[in-house]
C-alpha cells in the first residue's frame, strides 16, 4: 500500500501522528501529487490548525485547479470562520468541479441561510435532504427552511419525516407545533410542545409555547 493511502488508512482509525508522519512522506516522495496535500490538509483540519491547512488546500490546488475536494475544504473552513460569501464561492466551485455529495448541497444551502437567503437556500437543503435520505438533520434544516418562506403545510410533512428518522429531535417537535399553533390547532401544538418538554425539559420554546398556549 502507497504512503497516501496508508496515510488516509491511519486518519480513518484516529491515529494522528502516524496519519501525519505517512502523508508528509507521501508528499515528499509525489511532490506534484495534489492528493496528499489536500489529505494533509484535512488531517490538519480535524486537529484544528486551519491556517496550515488553508495553505496546504491551495497548494493542491495550485497543481490542480479543477480538485473539488479542495474547494470543498476551503469552503467548510470559510464556513467555520464565518467567511459565508467566501465559503459559498467555494462550494459552488467544489459543485461545477463535479462534486454532488449531499454534503456539500447542504453546507452550501446552509451558507445562503447564514446570509439570510433562504430562497436560494431551499433548493440545496432539499438536494441534501434527498441525497441523505436517513440524515434527520438535513431533513430538518429542509423543514425549518421552508416554515420560515411560510411554506407551512410542506415544513410540516418535512418535520414529521425527521421524527420518522429521529423520534427524539425536540427542534422538530417543537417546530411541528409552531406549525399546527399557525394553523390554530392549539391542542396539537400542545401536544408536540410537550413532548419535546419531555424529552428536554430546558426547551425554552417548548416550555413558552406551552405557556402561551395554556393561558389561552
Not at 434527520?136 to 423543514?143: I, R, T
Request: proline share 2%.
Amino acid at each position: 500500500m502507497a504512503k497516501l493511502e496508508q496515510g488516509i488508512a491511519m486518519m480513518q482509525e484516529g491515529k494522528w501522528e502516524q496519519a501525519a508522519q505517512l502523508l508528509t512522506e507521501a508528499i515528499q516522495e509525489e511532490p506534484n501529487n495534489p492528493l496528499g496535500y489536500v489529505n494533509f490538509a484535512n488531517l490538519l483540519d480535524v486537529l484544528g490548525e486551519a491556517e496550515r491547512a488553508v495553505t496546504f488546500y491551495k497548494k493542491a490546488l495550485e497543481i490542480d485547479d479543477t480538485l473539488a475536494t479542495a474547494y470543498y475544504g476551503l469552503g467548510t473552513i470559510c464556513y467555520e470562520q464565518e467567511q459565508f460569501e467566501d465559503a459559498k464561492v467555494m462550494f459552488e466551485k467544489a459543485m461545477k468541479c463535479g462534486l454532488q455529495s449531499g454534503d456539500v448541497y447542504f453546507m452550501l444551502g446552509f451558507t445562503y441561510v447564514e446570509l439570510g437567503k433562504d430562497l436560494m437556500a431551499l433548493p440545496h437543503l432539499q438536494r441534501a435532504m434527498e441525497l441523505n435520505d436517513s440524515d434527520a438533520e438535513a431533513a430538518f434544516q429542509y423543514g425549518l427552511c421552508l416554515a420560515r418562506l411560510e411554506h407551512v403545510k410542506e415544513a410540516k410533512a418535512v418535520f414529521e419525516k425527521v421524527l420518522e428518522l429521529d423520534p427524539t429531535h425536540t427542534d422538530a417537535l417543537y417546530n411541528l407545533g409552531v406549525a399546527y399553533a399557525f394553523e390554530e390547532n392549539n391542542e396539537k401544538a400542545l401536544e408536540f410542545f410537550k413532548q419535546a418538554v419531555k424529552l428536554q425539559p430546558d426547551h425554552f420554546l417548548a416550555g413558552n409555547g406551552i405557556r402561551l398556549l395554556e393561558q389561552d
